[in-house]
């Protein structure tokens, strides 16, 4: 298994970068300040599929979860559902807590920028839907305490270590 460690490769296919000025803009609209990495990596692609889309939601989870895309900012999609600033609109239409910024969701699960704690270098959280709760319906896991910790938990390639797999019992060794 193989780790993103910053600097290119991130993106697997992904929009045209996006402009200074519209990451400003983006910035206003949204109320909050975007962490400086995914900042840079919006002006590599303004969003798109990822070359490591794993991660263990939990420290020492055995299970990952897959990510296959981080959102960029759609000025058009806004209304629509798309890109970070349909977050708004997402909150509002499955109830999610404030203040959050939407990177990825299914309608089920999301993954998110949580303000909540830190203004200015916002945590990375895991929302899914708890169907066996009457009276809370989003849990939370922190996957990261900020987005350059996120990226660093991002990986590619089997978790199987091929070397402590046990042979076929139906196959014989020459």
Known sequence: MEFYKGKGE??????????????????EKLEVKLPLSYIELLKEHNGGTLK???IFIEEND?????IPEIYGIDFEGEQNGVGILASKYWINEVGLPEPIIIL?????????LNYEENTENPSVVYFYED?????????????????????RKLSRGSILDPKRLKPSYGRKKK
């Open 62 to 66: 055995k299970e990952r979860f897959t």
């Open 104 to 112: 990825w969701g299914d309608y089920h699960s999301w993954i998110t």
């Open 131 to 151: 169907y066996l709760s009457d009276n809370e319906k989003w849990k939370q896991i922190k996957i990261a305490n900020d987005f350059d910790a996120f990226l």
């Open 10 to 27: 991130f993106w697997d296919e992904g929009e045209k970068p996006i402009l200074d000025l519209d990451i400003r803009i983006a910035e």
């Open 52 to 54: 490591y889309p794993n």
